[in-house]
């Protein structure tokens, strides 16, 4: 299988996130590349593909919404709700390949069924942000670090040692 990052311009990726019991929680997703594994935990996401890239430039926002909005639908039970705004908060570049992580609340997005219903937690794709510092992929967990502080929060102390 081709490595999508050699030939798409960008990767996006969206943290959803929702409160339990007060507790800060993000909808993550096991991913492998092959369908088979090894699997690595991440937040909904990934490269551009052509039909994402409609207006000009390939980074523009519309087309970042769009692979936003592909990605949620294919790899969660769920879809961003028309007129919701996810908010980017990081972006970085590995080469010209560009890296772009949003936020978006639990309350902006449609639950379509499956795996993580709205109302479970057992399902295991909701999890507390202090343990994803453990099982997140390496790039997603310094995505994660990025986005706490808009949440009040810091990297869990056991992680910054």
């Not at 490269?47 to 936003?68: S, Y």
């Amino acid at each position: 299988m081709e490595n999508r990052r050699n030939t798409s311009p960008y990767f996006c990726a969206v943290l959803i996130y929702r409160y339990l019991s007060g507790v800060l929680h993000f909808l993550i997703v096991h991913h492998s590349n092959d369908g088979r594994g090894p699997y690595s935990i991440k937040f909904p996401g990934g490269c551009a593909e052509l039909e994402d890239l409609i207006d000009r430039p390939p980074m523009h926002p519309a087309n970042c919404r769009r692979t936003l909005e592909r990605e949620v639908a294919q790899e969660t039970p769920c879809r961003i709700k028309p007129g919701a705004v996810p908010k980017r908060f990081r972006e970085c570049s590995i080469g010209s390949h560009w890296q772009y992580y949003y936020v978006l609340a639990y309350e902006d997005v449609e639950w379509l069924g499956g795996a993580a219903k709205a109302d479970e937690t057992q399902s295991g794709n909701w999890v507390k942000y202090d343990d994803l510092a453990y099982v997140l992929h390496p790039s997603h967990r310094s995505a994660l670090f990025a986005a706490l502080p808009r949440f009040g929060l810091k990297i869990p102390a056991q992680v910054a040692r």
